[in-house]
């Protein structure tokens, strides 16, 4: 129809699959043009497609981030919810608890146990380190069930994971104390000198209590402590000391005065020097107080610097119950058959006596000897302890604390009466050994006096740390300006040099003047074996050295020496330094027929030189006297106690130390009284203990 209408202007095409349509154009169109403005439109609907398509995926993107978005939410909902119960449950059982943690005990192992282990796996996993990493994927992560604690065998890594849980629970509730925030607190009170503004900025930052809450805290656990039935061993021997406590730092918890400057009061306490070692006659029981209701103990309380104690147990401790009396008018000599004989050594003293000089001399003698050959070998305290059987750790419980001090008279009668109350004198015991320094014995023993039967029950003993500590200013009053001075002023300078004239530091000036001792001792045997080459010396020599060779062949050690066949070099082997030690007798016996030519050496020398005598008074009879009291404490040599002190009262008594010039004769004196029982118990070891259990680490009662 078209073509007839048009004639030739129109043409048609037709392709070979007439399914694709039929093409009619004008003549003269222009094919190109008309493809790409064709082209054009369809790159348009294409684009707009594409756009819409792409705003699409927008939106389902955004979809999908929303979808996982509301996902990690519900998931951290979910794990907050989980250890937020977690913490809630351990915080109320936490602060409902009527027990006080105990930080003297402090495990971090048991700390980790008491956790949710949900909790604590979180915060382990939370924080594990690439190391852990490894070490979970290796081991593999079982169960949530159970507290994971890894391969730290040295708690390294476990403490600052328990820390972030004890921030999380006091974070949580200020009621709640952690055991290790308490004791990170105690123990920053301690090192700072008790200050308020260091405890109170870590408080701010989380890492401590309050100073008011370690307050509560300490004073809780007193009461706690007090309420206690617990019993030091019914059948085993016990005995009560009181000494002074004192705390001068500026910003002690306990304070005394208006300005609260320090404390300077008295504590009381019971010690079982060896449980093992049964007592067939005394039962001491451990001291307690009758129990006290909750109720009773908030309502009637009284302050007491700031702690708040129940006023009934402070009523108790400052008011008991008189149980002395009155002073006796009726005046009795116990010591009426004294005769000078009692206050000589005994035979077996003697004997305890000589083994000690032995052993010196043996120490000296071989430690002179292992130097000639570069034998490097430790010192005294080492040497004596090598032997020393197992050491049992004594018994400790304290009674009370007094806001008395503890060097007067009306104080250690107030102790003596409390001491009656808690021990039950006269109902489960009949006597009780009471331990005091030296000012604090000898009102001891003057109140024995003036109340007379009333006290029969104490049996005063002086503490034998403090006798030892009072002869370190005898002799620097002796020996420093003789010669000492010239020594201390190398070594030590200013301060310390100040400290340990004085005196006020036991560990220095012991430790100087057991150095001086050893040195000097050493020097007289290298002058003696020099210049006294008799056969006894010797034989003593060479038979050592052939000790000493099959000593190092024993041990594998190669000698090196120099061109003109010195040796070179210190031997320092554990090995041999025990196989030495082991032949400490054997020395000893060695050393027997060359002590007495050495002994007659120093009698000539003295007869020669005036120094040569007073510097050996030093070393064999002075310091040794000292040392073997020092050596008694430490190894319960009750013999050889008793031998050094009778050789050290003529110091006491040179010296003008009144008070020990008085004590010492009165307790040998006083020792003729005890029970038999007692002095048994005494030679048995009784009169040291032992805090840690460590051999040779006594300490006098």
Not at 192 to 208: H, K, M, V
Not at 364 to 384: E, R
Not at 430 to 443: A, E, F, T
Not at 508 to 528: C, D, G, I, K, P
């Amino acid at each position: 129809m078209l073509k007839s209408c048009l004639g030739s202007a129109l043409h048609y095409w037709v392709p070979e699959s007439l399914n694709t349509g039929r093409m009619v154009y004008r003549v003269g169109t222009d094919f190109m043009r008309c493809a790409h403005s064709q082209l054009n439109g369809h790159k348009k609907s294409i684009d707009e497609l594409q756009a819409v398509n792409k705003a699409l995926q927008n939106k389902l993107d955004d979809l999908s981030e929303s979808l996982q978005a509301m996902k990690k939410i519900e998931c951290l909902d979910e794990t907050l919810k989980v250890t937020r119960q977690c913490i809630k449950s351990y915080v109320s059982s936490s602060v409902n608890s009527s027990e006080l943690p105990d930080i003297r005990c402090f495990d971090v192992h048991d700390e980790i146990q008491k956790l949710d282990p949900v909790l604590w796996n979180f915060i382990y996993r939370l924080t594990a380190n690439e190391i852990e990493e490894k070490e979970l994927r290796r081991d593999v992560f079982y169960s949530w069930e159970n507290s994971y604690l890894g391969m730290d065998d040295s708690c390294l890594r476990l403490f600052p994971r328990l820390f972030i849980a004890s921030c999380i629970f006091n974070a949580q509730s200020s009621k709640c104390g952690q055991p290790l925030h308490l004791l990170l607190s105690d123990v920053l009170d301690k090192y700072s000198g008790s200050s308020t503004e260091l405890l109170a900025i870590s408080n701010r930052l989380g890492a401590t209590v309050s100073k008011e809450s370690l307050k509560r805290f300490i004073s809780s656990r007193c009461i706690q402590l007090d309420k206690e039935p617990n019993l030091l061993s019914s059948d085993s021997f016990t005995v009560a000391s009181f000494d002074n406590l004192d705390k001068n730092q500026k910003y002690a918890i306990v304070g005394n005065g208006a300005n609260k400057s320090g404390f300077h009061g008295t504590t009381i306490q019971a010690v079982t020097p060896k449980p093992s070692v049964k007592h067939d006659f005394t039962y001491v029981p451990k001291p307690s107080e009758p129990s006290y209701s909750d109720q009773s103990a908030s309502e009637t309380s009284i302050k007491s610097v700031s702690r708040s104690i129940p006023s009934d147990l402070i009523k108790a401790l400052k008011e008991p119950e008189d149980n002395i009396g009155e002073p006796s008018n009726i005046k009795v000599n116990r010591f009426t058959r004294l005769s000078l004989d009692d206050f000589s050594i005994s035979e077996g003293e003697q004997v305890a006596w000589d083994k000690h000089v032995s052993d010196l001399s043996a120490y000296c003698f071989s430690k002179s000897v292992l130097k000639t050959n570069h034998i490097v070998v430790p010192g005294l305290k080492a040497y004596l302890a090598y032997d020393c059987t197992q050491t049992e750790v004594s018994e400790f419980h304290s009674i009370a604390v007094l806001d008395e001090t503890a060097d007067s008279k009306a104080t250690v009668e107030l102790t003596l009466n409390i001491l009656y109350d808690k021990f039950q004198v006269g109902t489960k015991i009949n006597y009780l050994v009471v331990v005091g320094d030296g000012k604090s014995y000898d009102i001891l023993i003057k109140l024995k006096s003036e109340y007379g039967n009333a006290l029969d029950w104490v049996l005063p003993y002086p503490g034998d740390w403090h006798i030892l500590k009072n002869l370190l200013p005898v002799f620097i009053k002796i020996y420093y300006d003789a010669g000492l001075k010239e020594l201390a002023v190398k070594f030590h300078h200013g301060a310390t040099l100040k400290v340990l004239t004085e005196c006020t530091r036991f560990p220095m000036t012991h430790r100087f003047l057991s150095h001086v001792w050893e040195a000097m001792f050493r020097y007289q045997v290298e002058s003696f074996m020099r210049s006294h080459r008799s056969p006894g010396v010797a034989c003593f020599d060479n038979d050592f050295q052939k000790i000493i060779s099959v000593i190092l062949e024993s041990a594998d050690i190669t000698v090196s020496r120099d061109c003109n066949g010195n040796l070179e070099g210190d031997i320092q082997d554990f090995k041999v330094w025990s196989s030495v030690l082991e032949q400490k007798d054997r020395f000893s016996m060695m050393l027997q027929g060359v002590q007495v030519e050495f002994d007659e050496w120093r009698k000539q020398s003295s007869e020669q030189s005036e120094t040569f005598r007073f510097w050996d008074n030093f070393i064999h009879v002075d310091f040794m006297a000292y040392l073997g009291l020092y050596v008694a404490i430490r190894e319960q040599n009750w013999d050889l106690r008793n031998a050094s002190l009778k050789n050290l009262a003529c110091l006491f008594t040179a010296f003008d130390r009144h008070n020990y010039m008085r004590m010492i004769p009165y307790h040998f004196a006083d020792l003729l009284t005890f029970p038999l029982d007692v002095i048994h118990h005494f030679k048995a070891g009784c009169f040291a203990v032992s805090l840690s259990g460590d051999n040779f680490f006594f300490s006098g009662s």
